[in-house]
């Protein structure tokens, strides 16, 4: 961090949320450290029972609740929703654990500002169902990824991913649990990188100003 980031002002996030919240949650931790580059203003749930309201309630974040069920058509929720966005003045928007499939015109209006993490290494088992299709596959590694959302499910440039080895007698939840571990590394991760503007997007890639070194390769098995 240097010390102009530290003046800078911080992105304003809202966080959208249909449950459990344990990603709201990594944002919430990282968020409350003085120097991280991001606040979060507001979290919406579409679910008036989703977990991570308490969470929200907690951290004494700002909380709504927008219901689907009380909107006639996606068109009239995805409106609701971009206003409120609007009026709490969010620069980024977070989505972690929303259920509900946005309108292509309500993606238009966050262009690159809306983020969405999957516990896939997309473009990978999009979708749901996704640790018991890993299983099924046999591949060896399979992971999350942070991306920018576009029209399209579970698409758009990718800002980060951990890939997660996939071990002889894992079931469905304990490799959910496994993926769930390092959704709360990288999520945070992600958001730094957003708003500090070391990720930006060209195109359909997100490029990235100066990381560390990587090794060349990751392998499972070991031998
Ligand atoms: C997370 O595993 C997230 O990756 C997944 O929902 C879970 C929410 O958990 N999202 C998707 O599958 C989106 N396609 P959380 O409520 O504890 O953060």
């Given at each position: 961090?240097?010390?102009?980031q530290?003046t800078l002002p911080?992105?304003r996030?809202?966080?959208l949320i249909?449950?459990?919240?344990?990603?709201?949650?990594a944002l919430?931790?990282?968020c409350?450290?003085?120097d991280?580059?991001?606040e979060?203003?507001?979290?919406i749930s579409?679910k008036?029972e989703a977990?991570g309201?308490e969470?929200?309630?907690?951290?004494?974040?700002?909380?709504?609740?927008?219901s689907?069920?009380d909107?006639e058509?996606?068109?009239?929720f995805?409106?609701?929703?971009?206003?409120t966005?609007?009026k709490s003045?969010?620069?980024?928007v977070?989505?972690a654990g929303?259920l509900?499939?946005?309108t292509s015109?309500f993606?238009?209006q966050?262009?690159?500002?809306?983020i969405?993490?999957?516990p896939s290494?997309l473009p990978a088992?999009?979708?749901?169902?996704?640790h018991?299709?890993a299983l099924d596959?046999?591949?060896?590694f399979?992971?999350?990824?942070v991306?920018?959302?576009?029209?399209?499910?579970?698409?758009?440039p990718i800002?980060?991913?951990?890939?997660?080895?996939?071990?002889?007698?894992d079931?469905e939840?304990?490799?959910a649990a496994r993926?769930l571990?390092?959704e709360?590394e990288?999520?945070?991760k992600a958001?730094?990188l957003m708003?500090?503007?070391d990720?930006y997007?060209?195109?359909?890639?997100?490029?990235?100003?100066?990381r560390?070194?990587?090794?060349?390769?990751l392998?499972?098995p070991?031998?």
């Open positions: 961090m240097t010390a102009l530290n911080k992105k996030i809202a966080v249909s449950g459990g919240g344990t990603n709201l949650q919430i931790d990282a409350e450290k003085p991280f580059p991001a979060i203003v507001l979290v579409n008036k977990f309201l969470r929200a309630k907690k951290a004494q974040i700002p909380t709504k609740i927008l689907h069920k909107y058509t996606r068109e009239h995805d409106r609701e929703l971009h206003e966005l609007v003045e969010v620069d980024l977070c989505l929303f509900r499939l946005l015109h993606v238009e966050w262009h690159n500002k809306l969405n993490i999957h290494l088992f999009k979708g749901l169902n996704v018991q299709r596959a046999g591949v060896r399979t992971g999350c990824t991306h920018i959302v576009r029209a399209e499910m579970d698409a758009g800002i980060i991913q951990a890939a997660v080895p996939i071990l002889q007698n079931t939840s304990i490799l993926i571990k390092s709360h990288v999520y945070p958001l730094y708003a500090t503007g990720a997007v060209e195109g359909d890639k997100v490029l990235l100003k100066n560390g070194a990587l090794p060349d390769s392998i499972h070991i031998l």
